[in-house]
């Protein structure tokens, strides 16, 4: 008996369809991988299970990536498995093989990347024969039982969805193409000279640098200007309000920092209050009705936006909760979603909804949101409307809602985001907000008091204005709690026309200021937001809805970018790292300034369209990306020039050879000789002056003054100076121990650096310190002083004290010329620093906290560990946190321990 194969994206959606399709097509039996009945087997994938690989003739590695290697534009693209994955894959390929299997439905979620999900599936399990079995395309915008089942009765065909399919092949291989031709020609371009300098780009990542580099150049170039306020308490007969003076004539203009209570010398803003202090004055105001409606449902970015303002959560944080809610909890809808809206449909549901959060006795603050959950059901609040029900509004998912399913059991930052998206669900079924808006104007006559030029710049009356907002009905807000008057809106009441006299004036100096950082929150939006960055109508249309990656892979892009050490958190802000300078200044000098803008993902997001509707063959899109491709290699390939044009920033330490200016250019910090001011430090303007070099120490100068000829490589072992850290290696002659090294072969390692005096060349060069000094001092048998030094513990082996020594910590009794201990420990271990508070810990209780800043060497990747020490080995090891294993606790303890020292 012939049967047809579901493939759903997630097993929750194949759960959803079995109990749909049990009315209709009997009863199905549960097995480990799959569920049956006799006309269907449902499965489901993980999300993606196989992923794009190169062929092996194309497969460079990483310590061998050069020109001659370039363009990487393979006649085909071979599938390989995902590592975390390939159970789930192999489980499917059986069942996609087997003979009663004879069509396909790819349930999968309706939007492109469900498209290439299936596909893909399609592809390794049959290669040349994928399309032999006959596929369909199960196409739901909604969840409910019968929306499954309309979708079933109005299956598309395979030859409907070959648009789709094709585009999401198409964008797949793009960005696989733009990203590593992109990434291993400038890598190969800044390692030209010598070692390796990992410089990676791609479609979406270095766009979304771009925005964080141009906000840093903003404020790098950003001169604070002295302005002067003017404020006023006013005494009426109710009593005293305050007013603020402003010009009514005002006009914006190109300057943007100018406003219209804004005073740009203290003697016009002495001139103001004077002639005003003491004087009397007449009010008139404006009173309007204002109304707010609630905000939309939670999408993804929106969630992640919120959470990281209120909680300080970062965008991978929220969705790893939301997840959880998801997946273990099972109370939130999907939570990658770009959708702010449910499906038509779903009115019922939303109702049941709130009938569980009005009856379900919630855990803590919870519970108080059940009577404004019955509020909504017996007030007849929820009811059809487009702004909460339209299906046009929804791609691949709809909004985060509550499930069905109460809560139970949630940590405290599991439940913070949980309260998040149940007020909002309510809220968004509550009427608007009302307010009444009010905006008084109190003028009083200057006469002659102000001087001339002024009195002609801002008119014989002085106007102030203050503004005043009541809350007549909560509306939406009282889901909030804002039940009652804000204490702003207070706003004492006036007579028409009423006579007040000025009691007090003050007069505020203040300086304007740069723009801020961007934190997770505001990238986010700018990110979704990149549309409006683009000039041309088509392309700004065509990301209209889509922005700079999806809410599911935005999270992963900001993570990257700190991962490859581009920018940085400084609490809540995000900063660009020199290496993210250097990359721009590159990209810009190189005329490939197009990797840099979100006009490349409108670009693509046109055509991608165009190509789903039959109006672009993939060929032709393919094209083009092979076009791009080499040409990124062709102009980082052929350009000759010595340095790449910037804007270049003075060091303020002088040259350690002649005393004189240190300046970057390109590759170095390069003495350019005597200063007739002597050394100064002149702002980089743009900021994107630091760039790439070569490892190692001294060498060329480039072209830039008449210096003494000391240098050294900005990037030593492909790691960029910060500034500061220039400065201080000058000044201090040596720095760190700092992390983020490469060596030859690409692998990171942690070291100090030291400026050493070469008498050969009769200057400086850069060396690293790999503790060299400290095994020549033992050789001599001189002994090393930890007086003064703080002991953070009592040595495990040897009951000695440990202090902190170059890159490691030690026992006392394991340095200098007499050792009988052999204890050490890194002060950096995998990129992860170890603080004086976590050796404490170890020496005190054999464990540290669970620290998450490891990166292997192997995958790259970051994971989380303890540090303990192991008696039996005499060493400190990673300790990992427990799994729910099934293998013999044996071999659990045996493998839940690798060496960390």
Same mark, same amino acid.
């Given at each position: 008996?012939? =049967? ?19 009315a209709s097509s009997g009863k199905f039996e549960k097995f480990a991988e799959h569920f049956e009945s006799d006309d269907?087997?449902?499965?489901? +994938?993980?999300?993606?299970?196989? *992923? ?44 996609? /093989? ?30 040349? /024969? ?94 604070s200007r002295p302005y002067w306020e003017v404020r006023a308490d006013f005494g009426a007969a109710a009593g005293l309000?305050?007013? =603020? ?39 008139? $105001? ?31 944080t929220t969705l790893s909760i939301a997840q959880a809610l998801y997946e273990k909890h099972k109370v939130l809808t ?148 804002? *039940?009652?008057?804000?204490?702003? +809106? ?106 840099? =803008? ?6 693509? *997001? ?5 190509? *789903? ?12 990306? %092979? ?74 100068? $480039? ?140 020496? %005190? ?33 990673? $300790?990992? $946190? ?17 060496? +960390?020292?």
């Open positions: 008996m012939s =049967k047809a194969l579901v493939i759903a994206e997630k097993p929750s959606v194949a759960q959803d369809i079995v109990r749909a399709l049990t269907y087997v449902v499965t489901s +994938a993980v999300g993606h299970l196989v *992923e794009i690989k190169a062929p092996e003739a194309y497969d460079v590695k990483r310590g061998k990536w050069s020109f001659a290697n370039l363009p990487v534009l393979p006649p085909h693209f071979d599938l390989e498995p995902i590592d975390k994955s390939k159970g789930r894959l192999s489980a499917v390929v059986k069942l996609i /093989k087997r003979k009663d299997v004879t069509r396909l439905i790819n349930a999968c979620d309706a939007g492109r990347e469900g498209e290439l999900i299936f596909r893909l599936i399609e592809q390794y399990a049959l290669g040349a /024969k994928a399309g032999s079995k006959p596929v369909q395309r199960l196409w739901l915008q909604s969840m409910t039982p019968q929306a499954i089942r309309d979708g079933f009765d109005k299956l598309r065909s395979d030859a409907e969805m070959q648009g789709l399919a094709q585009a999401a092949r198409s964008r797949s291989e793009a960005d696989w193409l733009v990203g590593i031709n992109g990434t291993r020609a400038m890598t190969a371009f800044n390692s030209r000279d010598g070692g390796f300098f990992l410089t990676t780009v791609g479609r979406v990542q270095t766009p979304t640098l771009s925005i964080v580099v141009e906000r840093e150049e903003k404020i790098r170039k950003h001169v309000y305050e007013g =603020k003076w402003f010009d009514p004539k005002f006009r914006k203009d190109d300057d943007a920092e100018r406003r219209a209570d804004r005073l740009w010398n203290a003697a016009d803003a002495e001139a103001i209050a004077a002639a005003v202090r003491g004087q009397h004055g007449r009010v008139r $105001e404006e009173a309007k009705p204002s109304n707010q409606a609630s905000p939309l449902l939670y999408d993804l970015t929106t969630l992640q936006r919120e959470a990281n303002s209120r909680f300080g959560f970062s965008a991978k999907y939570p990658r979603t770009d959708a702010r809206a449910l499906p038509e449909d779903y009115l019922p549901v939303a109702k049941q909804t709130l009938g569980m959060i009005a009856d379900e006795d919630l855990p803590g603050p919870l519970r108080e949101l059940a009577q404004h959950a019955r509020k909504a059901l017996n007030d007849g609040y929820v009811k059809p409307s487009k702004r909460i029900f339209d299906n046009s509004k929804i791609s691949d998912h709809f909004a985060i809602i509550p499930t069905l399913q109460a809560p139970r059991a949630l940590t405290e930052i599991e439940a913070k985001l949980y309260d998040m998206v149940v007020k909002r669900f309510i809220a968004v079924f509550y009427p608007s907000a009302e307010f009444m808006v009010t905006t008084r104007i109190t003028e009083v006559p200057a006469g002659n008091a102000l001087p001339a030029d002024l009195a002609r710049a801002v008119g014989g009356t002085l106007s102030f204005q203050t503004n005043g907002k009541v809350l007549v009905n909560p509306g939406w807000l009282a889901v909030y709690g804002k *039940e009652a008057q804000d204490e702003d +809106a207070n706003l004492v009441p006036v007579q028409p026309d009423e006579r007040v006299s000025a009691e007090e004036l003050r007069i505020a100096a203040l300086k304007t200021r740069p723009p801020a950082r961007y934190n997770e929150a505001t990238l986010l939006s700018a990110m979704e937001g990149a549309g409006k960055l683009i000039d041309d109508e088509e392309l700004k249309a065509a990301m209209q809805e889509k922005g700079l990656g999806t809410p599911a892979t935005r999270a992963q892009v900001i993570e990257g970018l700190i991962l490859e050490k581009y920018m940085y958190r400084d609490g809540r802000d995000l900063v660009p790292t020199a290496k993210a300078f250097q990359l721009m200044t590159l990209l810009r000098g190189l005329a490939v300034e197009d990797l840099t =803008k979100p006009e490349l993902t409108g670009q693509w *997001e046109h055509q991608l369209a165009q190509m *789903e509707k039959g109006k672009l063959s993939r060929d032709e899109f393919m094209a083009g990306i %092979a076009d791009m491709a080499q040409r990124i290699v062709r102009k980082a390939k052929e350009y000759d020039r010595d340095t790449i044009p910037g804007d270049y920033a003075t060091l303020t330490s002088p040259c350690p050879n002649c005393g004189g200016t240190v300046k970057e250019n390109y590759r170095r910090f390069a003495c350019v000789g005597p200063s007739s001011a002597g050394p100064s430090s002149i702002p980089r303007g743009d900021g994107a002056a630091l760039g790439s070099g070569p490892a190692g120490g001294s060498g060329s100068v $480039e072209p830039e003054g008449q210096g003494c000829g000391f240098s050294i490589t900005k990037i030593p072992a492909g790691r960029s100076f910060e500034l500061h850290e220039a400065d201080a290696f000058l000044r201090d002659h040596r720095i760190g121990p700092l992390e983020g090294f490469r060596s030859k072969a690409g692998w990171p390692f942690t070291a100090e650096l030291k400026l050493v005096r070469d008498e050969e060349i009769h200057n400086w060069k850069l060396e690293f310190d790999f503790g060299e000094d400290e095994k020549k001092a033992q050789e001599d048998g001189e002994p090393v002083d930890f007086s003064g030094a703080q002991s953070l513990g009592v040595c495990p082996k040897c009951a000695g004290h440990v202090y902190e020594h170059g890159t490691n910590y030690v026992c006392e009794h394991a340095v200098g010329a007499h050792q009988t201990c052999d204890f050490k420990t890194g002060a950096i271990i995998l990129q992860q620093p170890v603080t004086h508070e976590q050796v404490q810990k170890l020496l %005190a209780t054999g464990k540290t906290d669970l620290l998450d800043g490891f990166v292997s060497n192997k995958t790259r990747r970051k994971f989380k560990a303890f540090l303990s020490y192991d008696k039996k080995e005499g060493k400190v090891v990673f $300790e990992f $946190e427990p799994r729910a294993a099934r293998v013999p606790a044996k071999k659990a303890a045996k493998a839940g321990k690798a060496d +960390a020292t």
